[in-house]
């Protein structure tokens, strides 16, 4: 090979050197100029979120009154989370209060969803009605139930009124006042259905063709197309569902305060109580982490029996 070739080949190879470098160049900026994007995200996770979770997790051995100085107690919080009757009841009406209102609350806005997805005139007006409750405030639509639930002038007693039910106590009942804040959520599905509906939208339509050439009626297309389709949906709003479900505070510090008694004694309202009520900071932080525990548990066993019965399109067996 000639030394001019050579030449040639060098001056090649340090053009592509130099465009490498070029490029990485550009990836570096690229990814400068994303995190920066993203800056006021992470300040607000620092912040608000992971310095929190941080100083939880010390003061659950200290005891801190708020207007005094934190006190290192060593284990006392976890003795006393062991010994507190209290807790037991908290987790009860918690876990009582997710086992009703999360299937009811999904089946319900699955059910709206199916309506609405079927484009009738008109469906645009139906879908804002049905997903307006659930962007109500929750001050203003716990209200709103308070006196729907009212004993004496409620709605809910003349509904009932109507087919020869005797009048309720509802939330002044121990045995009725869960099941009214299970109504509450089951009422702001809106939410939920709009993710039904999306995922609806996204079943192919040649699905329900093939099954009604085989002769499949609407419960079979529901049962063999609908739900298998729909089922990473459904597992995401199953998920979001006992997540909120377990962190339910607002409604029932307004209308019940965890009354009466106990009946509606949720663990959130517990935790609020100890913190601001109490002025226990310590013994609160170990209820919240409590509580983070507990849902991690279920949201990791909810991942792995979802290998179950969740169908992903184009997964490989």
Not at 196 to 210: D, K, M, T
């Amino acid at each position: 090979m000639s030394p001019k070739g050579i030449g040639a080949l060098g001056l090649t190879a340090l053009f592509q050197r130099h465009g490498q470098r070029h490029r990485l160049s550009l990836l570096q900026q690229e990814a400068i100029a994303g995190y920066i994007a993203i800056l006021p995200w992470l300040l607000g996770l620092v912040f608000f979120a992971l310095g929190p979770i941080l100083a939880s997790f010390i003061l659950m051995f200290t005891h801190w009154e708020v207007l005094t100085p934190p006190r290192f107690s060593g284990l006392e919080n976890l003795q006393r989370l062991a010994a507190d009757p209290m807790v037991p009841i908290a987790l009860f009406n918690t876990l009582f209060y997710t086992v009703l209102a999360v299937p009811f609350h999904l089946a319900a806005a699955l059910f709206v969803a199916l309506l609405l997805n079927v484009g009738v005139k008109g469906t645009n007006i139906y879908r804002v009605l049905a997903y307006l409750p659930s962007q109500m405030p929750v001050v203003a639509s716990s209200i709103l139930w308070f006196f729907i639930f009212s004993p004496t002038y409620g709605l809910a007693n003349q509904v009932l009124s109507w087919v020869g039910i005797p009048p309720q106590k509802w939330l002044w009942d121990v045995f009725l006042v869960k099941p009214s804040l299970v109504l509450m959520a089951v009422w702001a599905l809106g939410n939920s259905m709009i993710i039904f509906l999306a995922g609806l939208q996204g079943v192919p339509e040649v699905l329900y063709e093939a099954a009604k050439i085989d002769g499949a009626n609407v419960w079979r297309l529901f049962r063999h197309v609908t739900l298998p389709m729909l089922s990473p949906t459904i597992l995401f709003n199953l998920i979001v569902g006992v997540i909120g479900s377990f962190q339910i505070f607002t409604n029932v510090f307004l209308m019940t305060d965890g009354g009466p008694g106990t009946a509606s004694l949720m663990l959130v309202l517990y935790i609020y109580r100890n913190a601001f009520v109490y002025f226990r900071m310590g013994y609160a932080s170990v209820l919240a982490w409590l509580l983070l525990i507990i849902v991690l548990i279920l949201t990791v066993l909810q991942f792995r029996l979802s290998r179950l019965w969740v169908f992903y399109e184009g997964e490989v067996k």
